[in-house]
Protein backbone atom coordinates (compact mmCIF):
# COMPACT_ATOMS: atom_id res chain seq x y z
CA UNK A 1 0.00 0.00 0.00
CA UNK A 2 1.54 3.56 -0.97
CA UNK A 3 2.65 5.73 2.35
CA UNK A 4 3.03 9.42 2.21
CA UNK A 5 6.29 9.82 4.18
CA UNK A 6 6.40 13.19 7.00
CA UNK A 7 9.45 13.16 9.05
CA UNK A 8 8.06 12.38 12.85
CA UNK A 9 8.77 15.34 14.64
CA UNK A 10 10.02 19.11 13.65
CA UNK A 11 10.71 22.35 16.14
CA UNK A 12 11.23 25.97 16.05
CA UNK A 13 11.61 28.88 18.70
CA UNK A 14 8.83 31.10 18.05
CA UNK A 15 9.02 33.63 14.90
CA UNK A 16 11.10 31.39 13.61
CA UNK A 17 9.89 29.35 10.25
CA UNK A 18 9.23 25.42 10.55
CA UNK A 19 8.80 23.44 6.76
CA UNK A 20 7.32 20.00 6.89
CA UNK A 21 7.81 18.02 4.00
CA UNK A 22 5.81 15.13 2.47
CA UNK A 23 6.73 12.39 0.03
CA UNK A 24 4.76 10.26 -2.13
CA UNK A 25 5.14 8.94 -5.11
CA UNK A 26 3.52 9.62 -9.28
CA UNK A 27 0.37 7.82 -8.32
CA UNK A 28 -0.67 10.55 -5.22
CA UNK A 29 1.01 13.64 -5.01
CA UNK A 30 2.63 14.35 -8.23
CA UNK A 31 -0.93 13.54 -10.03
CA UNK A 32 -3.82 14.75 -7.43
CA UNK A 33 -4.30 17.56 -5.21
CA UNK A 34 -2.69 17.51 -1.43
CA UNK A 35 -4.33 18.78 1.75
CA UNK A 36 -3.02 19.69 5.30
CA UNK A 37 -4.44 18.92 8.33
CA UNK A 38 -3.57 20.27 11.78
CA UNK A 39 -4.86 18.68 15.00
CA UNK A 40 -4.39 19.63 18.06
CA UNK A 41 -4.31 17.55 21.41
CA UNK A 42 -7.99 15.76 21.41
CA UNK A 43 -9.51 17.27 18.97
CA UNK A 44 -10.42 16.54 15.20
CA UNK A 45 -8.13 17.26 12.40
CA UNK A 46 -8.68 21.09 10.65
CA UNK A 47 -8.15 21.97 7.09
CA UNK A 48 -5.01 24.49 6.54
CA UNK A 49 -4.27 23.70 2.74
CA UNK A 50 -6.12 22.34 0.16
CA UNK A 51 -5.52 22.05 -3.38
CA UNK A 52 -1.69 22.25 -2.62
CA UNK A 53 -1.09 25.62 -2.15
CA UNK A 54 -4.83 27.46 -1.05
CA UNK A 55 -5.96 28.29 2.18
CA UNK A 56 -9.41 28.17 3.40
CA UNK A 57 -11.00 31.46 4.92
CA UNK A 58 -9.65 31.90 8.54
CA UNK A 59 -6.06 30.44 7.99
CA UNK A 60 -3.77 32.63 8.87
CA UNK A 61 -1.02 33.45 6.04
CA UNK A 62 1.74 32.26 8.01
CA UNK A 63 0.22 28.44 6.71
CA UNK A 64 1.61 27.98 3.47
CA UNK A 65 1.58 24.84 0.78
CA UNK A 66 3.77 23.84 -2.22
CA UNK A 67 3.87 20.80 -4.07
CA UNK A 68 6.90 19.74 -6.75
CA UNK A 69 6.56 15.94 -8.35
CA UNK A 70 6.07 13.69 -5.59
CA UNK A 71 6.33 16.05 -2.86
CA UNK A 72 4.85 18.77 -0.89
CA UNK A 73 6.03 21.40 1.81
CA UNK A 74 4.08 22.70 4.54
CA UNK A 75 5.31 25.86 6.04
CA UNK A 76 4.39 27.83 9.19
CA UNK A 77 6.22 31.34 9.09
CA UNK A 78 6.66 33.31 12.31
CA UNK A 79 6.00 30.22 14.40
CA UNK A 80 3.68 31.01 17.77
CA UNK A 81 2.97 28.98 20.61
CA UNK A 82 -0.46 27.51 19.36
CA UNK A 83 1.14 26.16 16.03
CA UNK A 84 2.33 23.21 18.75
CA UNK A 85 0.16 20.29 17.10
CA UNK A 86 0.46 17.46 14.74
CA UNK A 87 0.22 18.02 11.23
CA UNK A 88 -0.64 15.68 8.36
CA UNK A 89 -0.07 15.48 4.75
CA UNK A 90 -3.09 13.84 2.66
CA UNK A 91 -4.09 12.92 -0.69
CA UNK A 92 -5.63 10.55 -3.04
CA UNK A 93 -3.66 7.86 -4.42
CA UNK A 94 -5.12 6.34 -8.35
CA UNK A 95 -4.96 2.91 -7.04
CA UNK A 96 -8.76 4.26 -5.29
CA UNK A 97 -7.24 5.02 -1.93
CA UNK A 98 -7.06 7.95 0.26
CA UNK A 99 -3.92 8.61 1.84
CA UNK A 100 -2.41 10.39 5.17
CA UNK A 101 0.37 10.94 5.62
CA UNK A 102 2.47 9.15 8.85
CA UNK A 103 2.31 12.56 10.28
CA UNK A 104 4.58 15.36 11.83
CA UNK A 105 4.73 16.48 15.64
CA UNK A 106 5.64 20.61 16.11
CA UNK A 107 7.14 21.89 19.03
CA UNK A 108 7.22 25.33 19.69
CA UNK A 109 10.51 25.71 21.83
CA UNK B 1 -24.36 25.92 11.48
CA UNK B 2 -22.01 23.53 9.32
CA UNK B 3 -22.11 20.30 11.50
CA UNK B 4 -21.14 16.48 11.45
CA UNK B 5 -22.01 14.72 14.41
CA UNK B 6 -20.96 10.64 14.92
CA UNK B 7 -22.70 8.38 16.69
CA UNK B 8 -23.13 4.71 17.76
CA UNK B 9 -19.45 3.89 19.18
CA UNK B 10 -18.69 1.59 21.99
CA UNK B 11 -17.24 -1.51 23.39
CA UNK B 12 -17.78 -4.42 21.08
CA UNK B 13 -16.10 -8.50 21.32
CA UNK B 14 -13.46 -9.23 18.65
CA UNK B 15 -15.44 -10.92 15.20
CA UNK B 16 -18.64 -8.86 16.39
CA UNK B 17 -20.44 -6.01 14.63
CA UNK B 18 -21.39 -2.02 14.82
CA UNK B 19 -23.02 0.52 12.87
CA UNK B 20 -21.87 4.13 13.29
CA UNK B 21 -23.87 6.68 11.54
CA UNK B 22 -23.04 10.51 11.31
CA UNK B 23 -25.32 13.29 11.11
CA UNK B 24 -24.49 16.54 8.42
CA UNK B 25 -26.09 20.03 8.94
CA UNK B 26 -25.54 23.29 7.47
CA UNK B 27 -24.27 22.44 4.10
CA UNK B 28 -25.50 20.66 1.23
CA UNK B 29 -24.78 16.97 2.01
CA UNK B 30 -26.66 15.61 -1.35
CA UNK B 31 -23.65 16.94 -3.09
CA UNK B 32 -21.12 15.92 -0.84
CA UNK B 33 -18.46 12.93 -1.64
CA UNK B 34 -18.22 11.63 2.42
CA UNK B 35 -15.63 9.54 4.15
CA UNK B 36 -14.33 7.86 7.24
CA UNK B 37 -11.46 8.31 9.02
CA UNK B 38 -10.14 7.00 12.01
CA UNK B 39 -7.25 7.24 14.61
CA UNK B 40 -5.90 4.42 16.74
CA UNK B 41 -4.75 5.85 20.12
CA UNK B 42 -1.83 7.48 20.01
CA UNK B 43 -1.47 7.08 15.98
CA UNK B 44 -1.71 8.74 12.93
CA UNK B 45 -5.17 9.45 10.68
CA UNK B 46 -5.80 6.25 8.72
CA UNK B 47 -8.06 6.98 5.72
CA UNK B 48 -10.97 4.31 6.19
CA UNK B 49 -13.11 5.03 3.00
CA UNK B 50 -16.04 7.17 1.23
CA UNK B 51 -18.92 7.37 -0.76
CA UNK B 52 -19.50 10.00 -3.56
CA UNK B 53 -22.67 11.90 -4.35
CA UNK B 54 -25.50 10.22 -6.29
CA UNK B 55 -25.04 12.56 -8.95
CA UNK B 56 -21.36 11.36 -9.13
CA UNK B 57 -22.35 7.58 -9.22
CA UNK B 58 -22.92 6.99 -5.49
CA UNK B 59 -20.09 4.11 -5.20
CA UNK B 60 -17.79 3.45 -2.25
CA UNK B 61 -14.34 2.75 -2.24
CA UNK B 62 -12.95 1.02 0.64
CA UNK B 63 -8.76 1.01 2.26
CA UNK B 64 -7.25 -2.60 2.05
CA UNK B 65 -7.21 -3.31 6.14
CA UNK B 66 -11.17 -3.10 5.99
CA UNK B 67 -12.37 -3.75 2.59
CA UNK B 68 -14.86 -6.87 2.83
CA UNK B 69 -15.53 -6.02 6.44
CA UNK B 70 -17.20 -2.42 6.33
CA UNK B 71 -19.76 -1.03 4.36
CA UNK B 72 -20.47 2.90 3.76
CA UNK B 73 -23.64 4.12 3.09
CA UNK B 74 -25.58 7.41 3.04
CA UNK B 75 -29.54 8.76 3.12
CA UNK B 76 -29.43 11.62 1.35
CA UNK B 77 -33.65 12.26 2.58
CA UNK B 78 -31.77 12.45 6.24
CA UNK B 79 -28.91 13.77 5.34
CA UNK B 80 -26.42 11.09 7.46
CA UNK B 81 -23.84 8.61 6.64
CA UNK B 82 -23.62 5.34 7.90
CA UNK B 83 -20.89 2.78 8.84
CA UNK B 84 -21.18 -0.33 8.72
CA UNK B 85 -18.14 -2.81 10.43
CA UNK B 86 -18.27 -6.49 10.87
CA UNK B 87 -15.98 -8.92 11.97
CA UNK B 88 -14.34 -6.53 14.35
CA UNK B 89 -10.47 -6.60 15.16
CA UNK B 90 -8.74 -5.34 17.66
CA UNK B 91 -6.80 -3.38 15.44
CA UNK B 92 -10.12 -1.46 14.54
CA UNK B 93 -10.34 0.00 18.15
CA UNK B 94 -9.98 3.79 17.44
CA UNK B 95 -11.88 6.79 17.46
CA UNK B 96 -14.12 7.22 14.10
CA UNK B 97 -14.69 10.56 12.15
CA UNK B 98 -16.94 11.24 9.71
CA UNK B 99 -16.03 14.32 6.95
CA UNK B 100 -16.17 15.64 3.63
CA UNK B 101 -13.79 14.37 1.27
CA UNK B 102 -9.81 15.09 3.12
CA UNK B 103 -8.32 13.97 -0.06
CA UNK B 104 -10.44 15.69 -2.71
CA UNK B 105 -9.90 18.90 -4.34
CA UNK B 106 -11.36 20.92 -1.73
CA UNK B 107 -9.94 19.10 1.56
CA UNK B 108 -12.11 18.32 4.36
CA UNK B 109 -13.74 21.32 5.33
CA UNK B 110 -15.87 19.76 8.07
CA UNK B 111 -15.48 16.82 10.75
CA UNK B 112 -17.17 15.81 13.06
CA UNK B 113 -16.19 15.38 16.40
CA UNK B 114 -15.05 11.60 16.09
CA UNK B 115 -16.61 8.31 18.28
CA UNK B 116 -14.64 6.24 19.94
CA UNK B 117 -14.75 2.39 18.72
CA UNK B 118 -13.46 -0.09 20.94
CA UNK B 119 -12.66 -3.42 19.85
CA UNK B 120 -11.93 -5.79 23.08
CA UNK B 121 -12.85 -9.21 25.00
Known amino acids: QSVLTQPPSASGTPGQRVTISCSGS????????VSWYQQLPGTAPKLLIYNNNQRPSGVPDRFSGSKSGASASLAISGLQSEDEADYYCAAWDDSLNGLFGTGTKVTVL | EVQLVESGGGLVKPGGSLRLSCAAS????????MTWVRQAPGKGLEWVGRIKSKTDGGTADYAAPVKGRITISRDDSKSTLDLQMNSLRTEDTAIYYC????????????WGQGTLVTVSS
Open chain 2, 26 to 33: GFTFTNAW
Open chain 1, 26 to 33: SSNIESNA
Open chain 2, 99 to 110: TTDPVGYYGGTV
